[in-house]
């Protein structure tokens, strides 16, 4: 985990961003100066001295531009330095960790050449996007990741929560560690008699919009709908990207919070077990990813979700999809995207299972590589 674990280490050390949402909380404040999160990835032949011959058989030479979630930047990062510095070492490609909203933001204002986000766009951003261009955004799944309920309790190896009992959490009607119901669900554990203080994202995310849907769509007692960005009560805490969340994990005794299983696993977070729609406790691990995948119809269009997962599925997991358009690229552009991306979904699946993300199943990857295949083809 070559670039990732680097990262992930300075910026939780160096992190100040968290920040007190909705006003009072019983820990104390934790508001801190906040530090610029956004992290960008940026490879290529500034630093490869004598690109241009070994561009000649390396692959199409250029600059790519790409913003948008923070959900798939361990691995975007892993397949952008593999790819520019050992495939094709004349290609720069730029990628900033923004969150979703951003990405998506940015890609219909057409200041990047691709967008990233957990969601798909929105039926009104489509037709929007369509008038603006001139033809239709490329909607493309690239990798699968669950969204995991971590904390930092090393005394507490095993907890088991219900989805009823992760939004009684966030919507902060359970308070307190060792509330019963908790205790009731985990028997002989020792609960702390500590404040839950529940971490959230407080820019506009993807991984938000992945957890409050499922919480929305499969527990009984959540009432904060679902999207990108919701307004999270009094007595939580926000920060920036699944960076920020992680960091507020760390730095608040009690914190509990949702991130991408990659941060969970960098940064050795303990992670919740939960309960799925066939009533079985499940660790988010890469097989019970995987397993909850088995079961979704991906239609042509892409536009899917993961719900109702059951068997040894984890049921908290979502997709990365990449926004291109299928227009409007100069030619140099157009080839380097395509390129770079039917690497990444033809080589890149060891990389997504080291950091812990689902790839693309192989009989799903025919559909998404004649769908790169459409960038630019209406030009």
């Known amino acids: ?12 050390a160096a992190s100040l961003l968290v920040s007190a949402c909705g006003g009072d909380s019983d820990a104390g404040d934790p508001t801190a100066e906040a530090v610029d999160e956004s992290a960008t990835t940026t490879s290529g032949d500034a630093a490869d001295g004598d690109t241009d011959d070994e561009a000649a058989t390396g692959g199409p030479s ?5 913003a948008g979630a923070t959900f798939p930047t361990p691995v975007f990062e892993e397949w952008i330095f593999e790819y520019a510095d050992n495939v094709n070492p004349g290609a ?10 951003g990405g998506i933001e940015q890609f219909l204002a057409q200041t990047v050449d691709f967008g990233s986000s957990e969601r798909v766009l929105a039926e009104d951003d489509l037709d929007l996007a369509a008038d603006e261009r001139g033809c239709a955004p490329i909607e493309i799944p690239v990798v699968f990741g669950a969204v995991t309920i971590a904390y930092d309790q090393p005394e507490i190896d095993e907890l088991v929560l219900t989805g ?24 002989g554990l020792d609960l702390p008699d500590k404040e839950f203080i529940p971490v959230h994202r407080s820019d506009g995310s993807g991984t938000t919009s992945v957890f409050t849907k499922y919480l929305d769509a499969d527990t009984d007692t ?20 699944n960076e920020g969340v992680s960091a507020g994990i760390t730095q608040n005794d009690g914190g509990i919070g949702y991130i991408n299983q990659a941060y969970a696993l960098e940064l050795g977070l303990q992670t919740a077990s939960v309960i799925n729609s066939d009533g079985n406790a499940i660790r988010p691990t890469l097989e019970a990813t995987s397993a909850a995948l088995s079961a979704i119809d991906i239609p042509d269009d892409f536009r899917f979700d993961i719900l109702g997962v ?3 599925g984890y049921p908290i997991a979502g997709t990365n999809w990449i926004f291109a358009w299928e227009c409007g690229y100069d030619d140099e552009t157009a080839e380097l995207l395509i390129d770079f991306w039917t690497w990444a ?8 299972l080291e950091l812990g993300y689902a790839p693309l199943a192989d009989d799903v990857k025919p559909d998404v590589l004649a769908a790169i295949e459409r960038v630019n083809a209406q030009n």
Request: avoid cysteine; aromatic fraction near 8%.
């Open 1 to 12: 985990m070559r670039t990732f674990t680097r990262r992930a280490a300075v910026l939780v």
């Open 62 to 66: 250029g600059a790519l531009d790409g």
């Open 92 to 101: 720069s490609i730029n990628y900033q960790s923004i969150g979703s909203g």
């Open 164 to 187: 009823d009992l992760i939004a009684d959490i966030f919507e902060r009607r359970i308070t307190m560690w060792n509330d019963p119901a908790i205790a009731e669900l985990n028997p």
């Open 222 to 241: 959540w009432t904060l709908g679902e999207g990108t960005e919701v307004q999270w009560p009094s007595g939580t805490v926000g920060g920036e990207g």
């Open 310 to 312: 059951g068997g040894d």
């Open 345 to 352: 979904v033809e080589n890149g699946d060891d990389l997504a």
